[in-house]
């Protein structure tokens, strides 16, 4: 079971879900998303992490309500926009995740913002360049789906059989080139 899974069958669900008010729906997503970041650790930084995350998820439903049905945001354009924005939040919210303090967290997103000029590189460009490329495929791929209107599961069920050799190759490949110490995988200090 997961993390995601467990929250939303024994937390939000038991608290009422959405089958009641939208203000007690927003209670309950709060609230789940604080217990979530308590879960993480006994630390104000998570238990701001679970309430960045329930303020993005309160605000996505205000916002669906109000303008889901506005035509810019089925467009490209507008589901590309919709996207970056999403992303960007996400990002600022876990360096709550990852900082030991809110003052480091402070310092974090100021180096990201650019407020705070002469941050160490945290990755050599070569790594930045990577995840860049990486991060457009999985955009590209995400988006293709979604035009064809395809789960994963059928796009490659439908791959030749060299393709998806090729593919499985890459993917065993790129486990064995990018191994890190035991400690990398950040779950690894709970």
Excluded: C, K
């Amino acid at each position: 079971i997961s993390l995601s899974t467990w929250l939303r069958d024994y937390l939000y669900i038991p608290l009422g879900g959405n089958r009641r008010s939208g203000r007690r729906t927003s209670i309950n997503l709060m609230l789940t998303m604080l217990l979530g970041g308590l879960w993480h650790g006994a630390s104000w930084t998570f238990v701001a992490w679970g309430g960045l995350h329930g303020l993005y998820l309160m605000g996505e439903r205000l916002l669906a309500e109000r303008w889901g049905a506005a035509r810019w945001a089925s467009t490209a354009g507008g589901r590309l926009l919709l996207g970056a924005v999403t992303y960007l939040l996400v990002l600022v919210t876990w360096v709550f995740f990852r900082a030991p303090d809110f003052g480091r967290a402070g310092l974090m997103l100021g180096a990201m913002s650019g407020v705070i000029r002469g941050g160490a590189q945290i990755l050599p460009t070569l790594d930045l360049v990577i995840a860049g490329a990486v991060s457009l495929a999985v955009i590209a791929t995400h988006v293709f789906m979604r035009v064809r209107e395809r789960r994963l599961d059928q796009f490659v069920g439908a791959l030749p059989v060299p393709v998806l050799v090729a593919g499985w190759a890459a993917m065993a490949a790129a486990l064995v080139l990018a191994q890190g110490g035991g400690d990398a995988f950040i779950y690894f200090q709970f």
